[in-house]
T-cell receptor, first 114, second 112 residues
């Protein structure tokens, strides 16, 4: 069975601090996709990043970066120089290749204080 | 335009039924539905592609859906229970299985 664990329930930081959100996943599939979504108070899930199981290259996109390590089944997400507008619930999700079914973690509520 | 859902909010009483609507991003042919509750989090309901259900989550038969030829989708919940109160999110993706799912704003259903 597939499972996503986000151990951090809530994180509170001060603006301009860097913050890393942890995600650990379980799957027996060799082809899968990992995602991070953001859910602001409005409720809509906003897509942030996506990675497939064959590409462990870590990248930076603006203030966002991610660290994908298959050896530890982790897909951590970092926000650099956090801003108040980054306050939201962040979800890590796993999709078995071709299934169109996302398995979500419980989410991490991030609060960025001015 | 992005994924749109209607209505935004809905209040029903136990035993009633409800129909929610979702219009995908133009050109997207896959529509998925998710239920979000404080206790269970985000859970996959089902996915439709070309008017056919391709994948189904672990929900009772009271939850059903359909997709029309223009890719718009509806989901129906019959004999509503208090526990069906949730945010129902719809997502769409292109024909490619490797594509990303993009979500709509959701419909918040309250069952009294």
């Amino acid at each position: 069975a597939q499972k996503v664990t986000q151990a951090q329930t809530e994180i509170s930081v001060v603006e301009k601090e860097d913050v890393t959100l942890d995600c650990v996943y379980e799957t027996r599939d060799t082809t899968y996709y990992l995602f991070w979504y953001k859910q602001p108070p409005s409720g809509e899930l906003v897509f942030l990043i996506r990675r497939n199981s064959f590409d462990e290259q870590n990248e930076i996109s603006g203030r966002y970066s991610w660290n994908f390590q298959k050896s530890t089944s982790s897909f951590n997400f970092t926000i650099t120089a956090s801003q108040v507008v980054d306050s939201a619930v962040y979800f890590c999700a796993l999709e078995q290749g071709g299934s169109e079914k996302l398995v979500f973690g419980k989410g991490t509520k991030l609060t960025v204080n001015p | 335009t992005g994924v749109t859902q209607s209505p935004t909010h809905l209040i029903k009483t136990r035993g009633q039924q409800v129909t929610l609507s979702c219009s995908p991003i133009s050109g997207h042919r896959s529509v998925s539905w998710y239920q979000q509750t404080p206790g269970q989090g985000l859970q996959f309901l089902f996915e439709y592609f070309s008017e056919t259900q391709r994948n189904k989550g672990n929900f009772p038969g009271r939850f059903s859906g359909r997709q029309f030829s223009n890719s718009r989708s509806e989901m129906n919940v019959s004999t509503l229970e208090l526990g069906d109160s949730a945010l129902y999110l719809c997502a769409s993706s292109s024909t490619d299985h490797t594509d990303t799912q993009y979500f709509g704003p959701g419909t918040r259903l309250t069952v009294l």
